[in-house]
């Protein structure tokens, strides 16, 4: 019953913008607290941001620090990440996650010239 819906992933250049999306169902979204995780090929998992259930709470790893913004609208049961000057090695499929148990099926960043 529970899913999550990535989307907003495309190919873009380096230094440019996306917005991912989120849309969760099945649960009580609000109350939870989700992440944002990445897997580049070759190199794994990477935990990317966690934001609270209230959404006041947020953080991020180190190399997405400063780039990247976690938000959420419970009104829409909706995760976002906001990525600021996309650089090669965010190259990844990006997922939202909620525990351990539940992930969606991931939107792919490609970042290339």
């Known amino acids: 019953q529970v899913q999550l819906v990535e989307s907003g992933g495309d190919l873009v250049q380096p230094g440019g913008s996306l917005r991912l999306s989120c849309a969760a169902s099945?649960?009580?979204?609000?109350?939870?607290?989700m992440n944002w995780v990445r897997q580049v090929p070759g190199k794994g998992l990477e935990w990317v941001s966690e934001?609270?259930?209230?959404?006041?709470?947020?953080a991020y790893a180190n190399s997405v620090k400063g780039r990247f913004t976690i938000s959420r609208d419970n009104a829409k049961d909706t995760l976002y990440l906001h990525i600021n000057n996309l650089q090669a090695e965010d190259t990844a499929v990006y997922y939202c996650?909620?525990?351990?148990?539940?992930w969606g099926q991931g939107t792919q960043v490609t970042v290339s010239s």
């Open positions: 996650v909620w525990g351990l148990a539940y």
């Open positions: 099945g649960f009580d979204f609000s109350l939870n607290t």
């Open positions: 934001i609270n259930g209230g959404g006041d709470i947020t």
